[in-house]
């Protein structure tokens, strides 16, 4: 298995509105090739998602799959959505590729107060 991890351009770190998306590509069941990246923002439409998808799928040595409103309600609902055959314009050797949003984990402050520490 081949994983690639790498961060978005430009990116100095995590913000309140960055997006880590985890690609998979998937054959019998197996995880053959996987990236994460984590981009600025999540995006809001289907162009932006289109974009998006074109820079993760880059790394990874695949042609981007034809993005259809089912996959941007799909990753807007339930924060993943995959690709088969069918969503390719050329052949794939491949059964899937999956896209999946990690969710964000808030940050808990928590401030430890002590009294009468004399």
């Known amino acids: 298995m081949v994983s690639l991890r790498f961060s978005g351009v430009g990116s100095s770190g995590t913000s309140n509105d960055s997006v880590r998306i985890w690609a998979k590509v998937l054959k019998q069941h197996k995880i053959k090739l ?3 990246r984590e981009f600025p923002a999540r995006p809001s439409d289907a162009e932006d998602w289109s974009r998006l998808i074109a820079e993760i799928v880059k790394p990874l040595d695949l042609a981007s799959p034809v993005l259809l409103n089912k996959h941007v ?4 609902r339930f924060n993943r959505t995959w690709f088969t055959q069918a969503d390719f314009i050329e052949s ?7 896209l999946e949003i990690f969710p964000e984990k808030k940050k808990d402050r928590k401030v430890d107060y002590i009294f009468g520490d004399d």
């Open 92 to 98: 794939i050797s491949f059964d899937r590729f999956e």
């Open 73 to 76: 309600q799909e990753l807007e």
């Open 34 to 36: 996987e990236a994460v």
